[in-house]
């Protein structure tokens, strides 16, 4: 027989009788559900990208950086406002003037614009219908009921799934 | 994201990966993977079921929550035996409990205690002779395990019934590698010893 190092031979090469013996010994498992029992008891660590996060936050809070991004956040979010404003008391005059076309001619003309548009595209898709199927209205209608129909069926399931998924959480809370 | 859908598949070390990652799936097939040896381990060692699956949940509940403090450069079982060995030996120690019967513990005062303290060996599904002579067996080899010390014990059994290799059991009990040589090595004599009836 080839002469290996102890540490090299298998169990059952060492000592096959001791082996045989103790081979036969079975294995124990402990009682059911003893998985949930630990996990119930693990505290799972937050995904990875999450810990970055906190960890560079809590870096940021010991160091007392994070007053320093506060402020600079806090500084920036002020200089497009002083400059608003500045603009807006140099021009006080023209920006009066745009206020009062917009108000009596800008917004008059851009309504009539868009509700020229809105009422076009409207008979074109009527004329359209009209041309195509003998009773359009009848058809509309049968389209608009489908589509409540389709909608009440999508609430039905969606309130559904909400009470499963709130039965099973009371369950696993209760776990 | 790392996640793998076949969990059964992959190394301790990636397992551990997923699981410092907060994957449950990963928490789970490490307990899959040594709820076994580890309570097989434990129950010899403290000959008590109800104390092996306390000891066994402690083991795990330490391990899994110090999951993100697990250094790949080890093994995740000798880590795992380390802690289980440690928690049954302190068990031991404060227990005084070096040497118990395989009848149940000495402090087991009433029928049921002393049942629920008794390795329950035979599988059954031998037949009643054969289920007979291997319980009777089984016995004799726990019984003569249970004889020895708590070190040559621990040794024995992760060599021997869980087939660890010699520099694994060494890192997982804190021990040098020739001392663990020795330690088998003195529990194999010591068991052929009390088990030398068994081979005539």
Redesign the interface.
């Known amino acids: 027989m080839e002469d290996r190092p ?2 090299e031979l ?2 059952a090469q060492e ?1 096959p ?3 045989r ?11 059911p559900g ?2 949930n ?3 119930a ?8 990208w999450l810990r970055r996060v906190e960890g560079y936050w809590g870096e940021l809070v010991e160091t007392g950086q994070v007053w320093l991004i506060v402020g600079a956040f806090a500084l920036g979010s002020l200089i497009p406002i002083i400059a608003l404003t500045a603009l807006v008391a140099a021009h006080t005059a023209e920006i009066g003037a745009f206020l009062g076309w917009l108000v009596t001619v800008g917004i008059p003309v851009a309504w009539a614009a868009v509700s020229a548009f809105i009422s076009d595209i409207v008979s074109t898709v009527n004329t359209m219908a009209s041309a195509l199927l003998p009773n359009a209205r009848a058809v509309m209608l049968a389209v608009v009921a489908y589509l409540v129909l389709l909608a009440s069926c999508a609430w039905g399931l969606y309130r559904t799934m909400s009470a499963a998924s709130a039965t099973r959480s009371s369950l696993h809370d209760r776990h | 994201m790392h996640y793998s859908p076949d969990l059964s598949a992959a190394t301790d070390q990636q397992v551990v990966e997923w699981a410092t990652d907060g994957a449950e799936a990963a928490y789970r097939e490490l307990l899959r993977r040594y709820q076994r040896p580890v309570f097989s381990l434990i129950y010899r060692m403290v000959r008590d079921r109800e104390l092996a699956e306390d000891l066994t949940q402690e083991t795990f509940v330490k391990v899994l929550n110090a999951i993100d403090r697990y250094r790949p450069e080890y093994k995740f079982s000798s880590w795992i035996f380390k802690i289980a060995n440690n928690a049954a030996i302190d068990h031991l120690r404060r227990k005084e409990l070096d040497t118990l019967s395989l009848e149940g513990r000495p402090d087991a005062t009433t029928p049921d205690r002393v049942e629920a303290t008794a390795l329950q060996l035979g599988d059954g599904s031998e037949s009643p002779l054969e289920e007979l002579e291997a319980r009777e067996i089984g016995t004799q080899i726990e019984r003569a395990i249970g004889r020895l010390r708590p070190e040559y014990r621990s040794c024995i059994i992760m060599r021997h019934v869980e087939g660890r290799p010699y520099d694994e059991i060494a890192e997982a009990l804190d021990l040098p590698l020739g001392t663990v040589k020795t330690y088998i090595h003195r529990a194999r004599a010591e068991l052929k010893e009390t088990l030398a009836p068994l081979k005539e």
């Open positions: 102890m540490s298998t169990p000592d009788a001791i082996h013996m103790l081979s036969t010994l079975p294995a124990w498992m402990p009682g003893f998985d029992r630990v996990l008891r693990v505290w799972r660590p937050h995904p990875l």
